[in-house]
Nanobody, 116 residues
């Protein structure tokens, strides 16, 4: 059984930083594409950062501010978020197996709130 558990969300002032972590069981982040999505109130869920064996990619809105990484030994996926803006406020979801949208795995989400 695959389980993804996010942590690290919270309230931060604009310009601040947060680090989100996602711990996986049942899969290995070393062998599977993974990423972070977010969904703001009233908006569709969007992919903000992804990682494969050889590449990382970012949405234009977060490029140069967010960094995605993984730790194979701990089997965790991390999203470092810097220079946060109020428009980054959303529930952030960890996801795995992005290559197969019909068989993706999702975490429960963690709320990030950025105050002006």
């Amino acid at each position: 059984q695959v389980q993804l558990v996010e942590s690290g969300g919270g309230l931060v002032q604009a310009g601040g930083s947060l680090r989100l972590s996602c711990a996986a069981s049942g899969i290995s982040f070393s062998n599977i594409s993974a990423g972070w999505f977010r969904q703001a109130a009233g908006k569709q869920r969007e992919l903000v950062a992804s990682i494969t064996r050889i590449t990382t990619d970012y949405a234009d809105s977060v490029r140069d501010r967010f960094t995605i990484s993984r730790d194979g030994a701990k089997n965790t996926l991390t999203l470092h978020m810097n220079s946060l803006k109020p428009e980054d406020t959303a529930v952030y979801y960890c996801a795995a197996n992005l290559i197969n949208p019909n068989l993706m795995y999702w975490g429960q989400g963690t709320l990030v709130t950025v105050s002006p």
